[in-house]
């Protein structure tokens, strides 16, 4: 069982920069995916960005793609997300969580196996 928190949610202003952190409880095993997830109220769980085996490959969603920044540190177990660029559509809760093997589409949620409570991130305008 693993358990992943996630912090450095917030308020920000439009344009301003975030960085989201989700620490895992013990190893998340190689070939498998950590990824962050966001919904927003009303619209369904979509994928934001993922890491593929500690980093051999990253992905993004396209609406993220050049902002956002995903890495993984894996000596602790800990997943980033920097977000830049910030804008009102970004705001939703964001959830991190881990997949047992590979998953294809890297954002089919229903392949992670292990998921975070969420921080919330929201932007004005």
């Known amino acids: 069982q693993v358990q992943l928190v996630e912090s450095g949610g917030g308020s920000v202003s439009a344009g301003g920069s975030l960085r989201l952190s989700c620490s895992a409880s013990?190893?998340?095993?190689?070939?498998?995916?950590m990824a962050w997830f966001r919904q927003a109220p009303g619209k369904n769980r979509e994928g934001v960005a993922a890491v593929y085996d500690g980093g051999v490959s990253t992905y993004y969603a396209p609406s993220v793609k050049g902002r956002f920044t995903v890495s993984q540190d894996r000596y602790s177990n800990t997943l980033y997300l920097q977000m830049n660029g910030l804008k009102p559509e970004d705001t939703a809760m964001y959830y991190c969580?881990?997949?047992?093997?590979?998953?294809?589409?890297?954002?089919?949620?229903?392949?992670?196996?292990?998921w975070g409570q969420g921080t919330q991130v929201t932007v004005s305008t």
């Open positions: 013990s190893y998340t095993s190689s070939r498998n995916f």
């Open positions: 969580a881990t997949s047992s093997g590979f998953v294809n589409p890297w954002d089919r949620a229903s392949g992670y196996s292990y």
